[in-house]
Nanobody
Framework: QVQLVESGGGLVEPGGSLRLSCAAS????????MAWYRQAPGKQREFIAR???????NYVDSVKGRFTISRDNAKNTVYLQMNSLKSEDTAVYYC????????????WGQGTQVTVSS
């Protein structure tokens, strides 16, 4: 079975930091592009960060300079380091895996809640 298991969400004050983790199983992790998305209250799910099999990254403008996506292929895990958090970062964060060669191979994590509040 394919599973993406997320952890690291929680409550943090504005200006604080969190690191999200997504551990994958049931896939050949190294051939998947990994990404993070989020969905805030009353809004559609949005892309926030992506890392390719070769290590290239891209981010949505609103998180550039604050968030960093990384991957550890030996651990089958992708991370999202979130710094300088703002209240508008409050959302459910989702992990995504997309096979490099097959559009039919795409998987999602269950989501983890991040709340930024005083």
């Amino acid at each position: 079975q394919v599973q993406l298991v997320e952890s690291g969400g929680g409550l943090v004050e504005p200006g604080g930091s969190l690191r999200l983790s997504c551990a994958a199983s049931g896939i050949i992790f190294r051939v998947y592009t990994m990404a993070w998305y989020r969905q805030a209250p009353g809004k559609q799910r949005e892309f926030i960060a992506r890392i390719t099999t070769g290590g290239s990254t891209n981010y949505v403008d609103s998180v550039k300079g604050r968030f960093t996506i990384s991957r550890d292929n030996a651990k089958n895990t992708v991370y999202l380091q979130m710094n300088s958090l703002k209240s508008e970062d409050t959302a459910v964060y989702y992990c995504n895996a997309d096979h490099v060669f097959s559009s039919a191979r795409e998987y999602w994590g269950q989501g983890t809640q991040v709340t930024v509040s005083s």
